[in-house]
């Protein structure tokens, strides 16, 4: 059974609180993608849109949206707003009434959608955020500070960020433009689906990866400080979109608009799959991340690790090219280099509908190899083990990701190096318990010290320290030794050691008049 495909378009551009600046790009963003999306020849979604609408009316709508869904059901959300967070790191998106310092009553918690999303039966949902801090809202994530959402549940899930944790999100080439223009981000997507362009196969459909692959290509292209980010437990390979194709109502309507019958409708959609030309041979590689388990002290002073990683390097065969030395790569003559065949159906209403699939000689590439490589076989590189050395700041935390630019992979043909990321997962410490940037420790002390006060020494990671122990502490008090915690991730200065007095034993005093053993 087919299920529906519906989208929800959120933008709030305006907004009531001065404190927030007006966005010039969220009703672009709404306006190009409900386009594209409800387009039956491209996403044949259902589309509602929600434009500068109060934190009510787009919570009503979203519980709305995720209720009594079946299974078989696509459901893509798309929100284009100011990100917030608010002082415990939590994520909020701004409403046209939101005011800054009423966050939770005047905006719309992540952690609310998170929810929805959650109760929801359908197995399909695409999110795609396009906000400041949007992916704080991916799992173990954190914001400039710390983000505290939870993991998000349950399968059939995909989340599309424009930013990564720390970032903030560009809205277009230019801050001072005159004409209100999509974001960075949604306007790589609406251009990837509207072109056919993010189909890097070429097989006709735009699946949720290659979307991503597409939009992380052309918005690191334009030189933004933005890291488009994705996340995703998928049950089924999810098609956003079609690749584009040319619907002719008959050949007699063509004929007499052009004279030439059938051979000028193949020629007009030959024009359409060569604007979208081969797939690009030399390819920029794909981003990894690699979980490192830290112990607590290189998370509050920072380290250096090395660690070994499996990855590709540039073939030192055919320094990349693909094709053995004195070689060279040759034209497809099955498609003329295009990357693509047209092939020609009817539609069963006397028309013809013409759409491009991918050439099954060269594989989308326009090129083929007399003479591969014989190290590589045409990838232009090889696999190979690498030691990296990883400077871990102080101040990390559990979900960290501390990016190494351009020491991932190499991309097919001797392509551009790809990013690794290293998230960080701290192991619990046997003595000290971490909140935020303060540790916690416990000692037990005579019952004697506690009542008459005194000092005590203690170990700390910064080595032995004597805290004071004040006269009559109770059982349970707090005590703290200013500046020996954590180092705060943006430098400066350090988190407090608290430590938690448990009391062994009773006092024992002098026997006298009106005194006692106690």
């Known amino acids: 059974m087919t299920g529906s495909r519906d989208a929800l378009l959120i933008a709030t551009g305006a907004y009531e609180d001065k404190q927030l600046r007006t966005l010039r790009s969220p009703v672009q963003d709404v306006s190009g993608l409900a386009e594209v999306l409800s387009s039956s020849a491209i996403g044949d979604f259902r589309v509602e849109q929600l434009i500068d609408e109060p934190s009510r009316r787009i919570t009503r709508s979203v519980e709305g949206f995720f209720r009594n869904r079946g299974r078989d059901d696509l459901l893509l959300v798309h929100i284009s707003c100011h990100g917030l967070k608010d002082d415990d790191g939590r994520l909020y998106f701004a409403a046209a009434d939101t005011d800054r310092d009423y966050l939770g009553s005047t905006a719309v918690?992540?952690?609310?959608?998170?929810?929805?999303?959650?109760?929801?039966?359908?197995?399909?949902?695409?999110?795609?955020?396009?906000?400041?801090?949007?992916?704080?809202?991916?799992?173990?994530?954190?914001?400039?500070?710390?983000?505290?959402?939870?993991?998000?549940?349950?399968?059939?899930?995909?989340?599309?960020?424009?930013?990564?944790?720390?970032?903030?999100?560009?809205?277009?080439?230019?801050?001072?433009?005159?004409?209100?223009?999509?974001?960075?981000?949604?306007?790589?997507?609406?251009?990837?689906?509207?072109?056919?362009?993010?189909?890097?196969?070429?097989?006709?459909?735009?699946?949720?990866?290659?979307?991503?692959?597409?939009?992380?290509?052309?918005?690191?292209?334009?030189?933004?400080?933005?890291?488009?980010?994705?996340?995703?437990?998928?049950?089924?390979?999810?098609?956003?979109?079609?690749?584009?194709?040319i619907t002719v109502d008959d050949t007699r309507s063509a004929r007499?608009?052009?004279?030439?019958?059938?051979?000028?409708?193949?020629?007009?959609?030959?024009?359409?799959?060569?604007?979208?030309?081969?797939?690009?041979?030399?390819?920029?590689?794909?981003?990894?991340?690699?979980?490192?388990?830290?112990?607590?002290?290189?998370?509050?002073?920072?380290?250096?690790?090395k660690i070994l990683v499996d990855t590709a390097v540039v073939c030192g065969t055919c320094s990349g090219e693909g094709v053995a030395p004195g070689t060279r790569w040759v034209v497809c003559d099955m498609c003329s280099g295009r990357g693509e065949v047209s092939q020609a159906t009817r539609d069963g209403q006397g028309g013809q509908r013409l759409a491009a699939r991918q050439c099954p000689l060269c594989h989308g590439f326009g090129l083929l190899a007399p003479t591969p490589c014989p190290e590589c076989a045409e990838e232009g590189r090889v696999r190979a083990r690498r030691t990296l050395n990883v400077k871990i700041p102080p101040?990390?935390?559990?979900?960290?990701?501390?990016?190494?630019?351009?020491?991932?992979?190499?991309?097919?043909?001797?392509?551009?190096?790809?990013?690794?990321?290293?998230?960080?997962?701290?192991?619990?410490?046997?003595?000290?318990?971490?909140?935020?940037?303060?540790?916690?420790?416990?000692?037990?002390?005579?019952?004697?010290?506690?009542?008459?006060?005194?000092?005590?020494?203690?170990?700390?990671?910064?080595?032995?320290?004597?805290?004071?122990?004040?006269?009559?502490?109770?059982?349970?008090?707090?005590?703290?030794?200013?500046?020996?915690?954590?180092?705060?991730?943006?430098?400066?200065?350090?988190?407090?050691?608290?430590?938690?007095?448990?009391?062994?034993?009773?006092?024992?005093?002098?026997?006298?008049p009106g005194t006692g053993t106690v």
Request: hydrophobic fraction near 35%; charge should be negative.
């Open 256 to 305: 007499d608009s052009t004279g030439s019958g059938s051979s000028d409708i193949m020629d007009a959609f030959v024009g359409e799959a060569t604007a979208r030309g081969p797939r690009p041979r030399v390819r920029r590689g794909r981003d990894a991340m690699i979980r490192l388990e830290i112990e607590l002290a290189e998370a509050v002073f920072g380290s250096t690790r």
């Open 395 to 512: 101040g990390v935390d559990t979900g960290t990701r501390i990016r190494l630019k351009g020491e991932g992979e190499i991309g097919p043909g001797g392509g551009e190096a790809a990013d690794l990321y290293i998230e960080i997962a701290e192991v619990p410490h046997s003595r000290y318990t971490r909140d935020h940037d303060d540790l916690l420790c416990h000692e037990t002390i005579a019952a004697e010290l506690a009542a008459d006060g005194g000092t005590l020494a203690i170990e700390t990671l910064d080595g032995e320290r004597t805290i004071r122990i004040p006269a009559d502490t109770v059982d349970g008090t707090k005590l703290r030794l200013r500046g020996l915690g954590v180092t705060h991730v943006n430098g400066g200065d350090r988190g407090d050691l608290y430590v938690k007095v448990g009391i062994r034993g009773r006092r024992k005093r002098k026997s006298g």
């Open 109 to 245: 918690p992540a952690g609310f959608l998170q929810d929805q999303m959650d109760r929801c039966r359908a197995k399909s949902i695409v999110l795609l955020l396009d906000c400041c801090y949007s992916g704080s809202f991916m799992r173990g994530a954190k914001g400039d500070d710390r983000v505290h959402i939870r993991d998000l549940s349950g399968s059939g899930r995909a989340i599309l960020t424009a930013t990564n944790r720390t970032e903030y999100a560009w809205e277009g080439d230019h801050v001072e433009a005159s004409l209100p223009q999509p974001s960075r981000f949604t306007g790589a997507i609406i251009q990837g689906l509207r072109t056919g362009a993010a189909d890097l196969n070429g097989d006709g459909w735009i699946g949720i990866t290659e979307l991503y692959e597409y939009v992380y290509e052309t918005v690191r292209a334009t030189g933004a400080k933005q890291t488009p980010l994705m996340w995703a437990t998928l049950e089924n390979q999810v098609f956003i979109a079609s690749a584009r194709t």
